[in-house]
């Protein structure tokens, strides 16, 4: 893989009352931060021994002094008026650096493994793109072997239909794709079973 394959990683400041604020309502914000650090931290371990170069994209500034830290990791911020127009800008950028396929994770997937974003980036010279469903009816991954900006149009976003509008988008445009396992990202109280 090499370099011409990257990962993006769209992370949160870990800032008390400003991170899993729908687990917040149920256990309260020290609870949720705690739970977003633990989730920072696996992602962190997911990615830190892909030796690709890895794109970390902040919602809102760059940290400089955090888990991302590694000569192969690139800080940025994401840009954008919603998630979609985020990500395809993400993508861009990547793509604009000379990748020639990248696939975007989150940092809400504790059942994410290293295995898994390997075989997405391998899977992506057979076809041109990847996508992992999550259990709330959005993804957890996303991947693909051009700039495919249209897969981003017109979703509402932090719904239970993102997946299923992203496919239709997918098949209308006639692009390739596998589908990875579901799994689960970390939302609500009864998500958190893996602290317990």
Known sequence: ?????????FVRQPEWGKVKTRLAATIGNDKALK????LLKHTYDVIKYISIPVYVYYA??????????????LKNTQKGNDLGERMRNAFMEVFEKGHL??????????????????????TLEQTDMVIGPAKDG????????APFKNVFKAIQWSTNAVFTKTMKIIRENKWSITELVVLADVDTEED???LY
């Open 192 to 194: 958190i079973t893996f």
């Open 60 to 73: 809102d500034q760059v940290v400089t002094d955090d888990v991302w830290n590694g000569s192969h990791i």
């Open 1 to 9: 893989m090499q370099n011409h394959s990257a990962i993006i990683i």
């Open 138 to 145: 959005g993804y957890y991954l996303l991947g693909m072997n």
């Open 35 to 38: 739970v977003y650090q633990i």
């Open 101 to 122: 396929k990248a696939v975007i994770i989150g940092s809400d997937c504790y059942q994410l493994t290293s295995d898994l974003v390997t075989a997405s980036l391998i």
